[in-house]
């Protein structure tokens, strides 16, 4: 009997988190708005896509609110996060925080495109418009085409190695 690789066991999916682990990876925020109420998710899995048209890509759980407000909502900012911003981001990666309220407690300014929250703690952020969702697995990835950029003042990096998060400078 082969063992079918798409049907990974326990110890496979554990193996494989840590190995992914390993990499160190940037830490963003993706914030949307669905109807009244703001959305927000941590990401580490992002890139720059394309220069011309300017484009960028996020994973994003195929079960999570975030999920559920691109499909009504095609509009939305990934934050770059620094130093300073490191206690948002996890607060934005803590499994079942409240839906309601959980920019409360978080310093934003609303996207001129968007609508979507640009935080205060962020060294940079981009509003886009979702050209593309790609099913991936337990992730879609979302292709957004950029329709602003917003540069800050630089401070050190924040990004996610081994289920942490580390500044760099």
């Given amino acids: 009997m082969t063992h079918d690789p798409d049907m990974p066991t326990e110890e496979e999916k554990d193996d494989f988190r840590r190995t992914m682990g390993r990499l160190a990876s940037g830490v963003c925020v993706v914030t949307a708005r669905w109807g ?37 909502n095609d509009k939305w900012a990934l934050n770059i996060m620094g130093e300073s911003g490191q206690a948002d981001a996890q607060w934005l990666a803590t499994p079942g925080r409240p839906i309601i309220g959980q920019l409360d407690r978080i310093k934003f300014e609303r996207g001129e495109v968007s609508s979507a929250a640009i935080l205060t703690k962020a060294v940079a952020a981009l509003e886009c418009k979702t050209e593309h969702i790609y099913s991936a697995g337990d992730h879609d990835l979302v292709v957004g085409r950029v329709l602003k950029t917003y540069l800050k003042e630089p401070e050190p990096g924040l990004v996610h190695r081994n289920s942490e998060f580390f500044v760099v400078p």
């Fill in 36 to 72: 009244a109420m703001d959305h927000a998710m941590t990401a580490t899995a992002v890139a720059s896509v394309s220069l011309e048209p300017r484009m960028i890509m996020f994973a994003v759980h195929i079960d999570s609110r975030m999920r559920d407000a691109l499909e009504v």
